[in-house]
């Protein structure tokens, strides 16, 4: 779909914590660039023997340099004291690293001010060991802020700007990420925009402005079970004086009678639970760090019963992060 107005894409893995299963997957169905945020989930894709191009999704820390020249073949970077380091690294290790400059476009992470884009890549240019390949924007990721066309615009012309006043191709003129969904499918012109970063389109098929499934593609490739640890008949309502909770929260609880009250033996120390959505009619009542507490309504759920639940981006990575979540890869033709 985006190849047909030439755009190529970025796999991101940070979702999925660079698990080399998935990684797989995704060069093998034709991505052949690997974004992730952490330098070790590089570094376990390099080393599992991925045949891709991997890239380091935000800017490298100081204290990261080493590990950046040595697993990322690209990186994406705002700080001239950072690139500065990169150069001297890359010297020392007799290696050419590759960069994309990430412009602040309104959304107010990461980027740098575009009047300072010219000085940036003037100074950039005379550092050994260090390419520039790229100029890329970021969206609704912090601020909220939708890639739009004039966002699209602004940042096309900043880049056949730099092109035409440094007189070298940019490779890269990465537009955004699965929020640039909307953008893509209804603009007829995609300007020098070439590159998405996309992760959470492909993991979850769904765009991420509005969360509208994406045609053709599968909203339930992930699937989160639980088992059932306790199954009561009890109150919907505590009984006693209500204070906060281990979060700090003072709950308010609605009186729904005498219910049927079920534990998973997990919790938010293992999964963003509001950021599940279960596949049976019941609801989920809250949790600790290791129970979560449902509603079982008509359901009769029994100790030992699975429950299966959709996840959203934020459970998504919250269970890949967790060391407590096993992960089971089926594998389909």
Not at 101 to 129: F, H, N, S, T, V
Not at 308 to 330: D, E, H, Q, R, W
Request: glycine residues 8%; aromatic residues 6%.
């Amino acid at each position: 779909m985006y190849a047909s107005k030439e755009i190529g894409i970025m796999g991101v893995t940070k979702a999925i914590c660079g698990q080399t299963e998935i990684a797989e997957v995704l060069v093998n169905k034709g991505i052949c660039i690997l974004a992730d945020t952490k330098i070790i989930n590089l570094k376990k894709m390099r080393d599992a023997g991925i045949k891709a191009e991997f890239v380091l999704l935000r800017t490298p820390a100081l204290s990261e340099v080493e590990l950046v020249i040595k697993h990322a073949d690209i990186s994406m970077n705002t700080e001239i004291a950072v690139i500065k380091s990169l150069s001297e690294t890359a010297m020392k290790h007799h290696t050419l690293h590759k960069i994309i400059l990430m412009i602040e476009m309104g959304d107010l992470r990461e980027g740098i001010m575009p009047l300072q884009l010219d000085w940036y890549i003037q100074e950039i240019l005379k550092l050994p060991g260090i390419k520039i390949v790229g100029i890329g924007a970021n969206f609704s990721c912090f601020g909220g802020v939708k890639p739009n066309e004039e966002k699209m615009c602004t940042l096309s012309t900043l880049a056949i700007q730099a092109e035409k006043k440094f007189s070298f191709p940019l490779v890269y003129v990465t537009g955004g990420n699965s929020a640039n969904y909307n953008w893509f499918t209804t603009a007829e012109k995609m300007g020098r925009i070439n590159n998405l970063r996309l992760g959470e389109s492909i993991f979850l098929g769904r765009e991420t402005l509005l969360g509208k499934k994406i045609p053709e593609l599968f909203t339930d490739v992930f699937t989160f079970i639980s088992e059932v640890i306790e199954s009561k008949i009890k109150s919907s309502v505590p009984d006693g004086e209500i204070g906060r909770n281990a979060f700090g929260i003072t709950p308010i609880w609605p009186d729904r009678g005498q219910i049927r009250r079920v534990i998973l033996g997990v919790g938010i120390q293992d999964v963003l639970v509001s950021g599940l959505t279960p596949k049976m009619d019941i609801d989920i009542l809250g949790s600790s760090s290791d129970h979560t507490i449902l509603d079982a309504k008509k359901e009769d759920l029994k100790v030992g019963d699975e429950v299966a639940f959709n996840l959203n981006y934020g459970a998504l990575l919250s269970v890949m992060t967790s060391p407590y979540v096993m992960k089971k890869f089926i594998h389909t033709i």
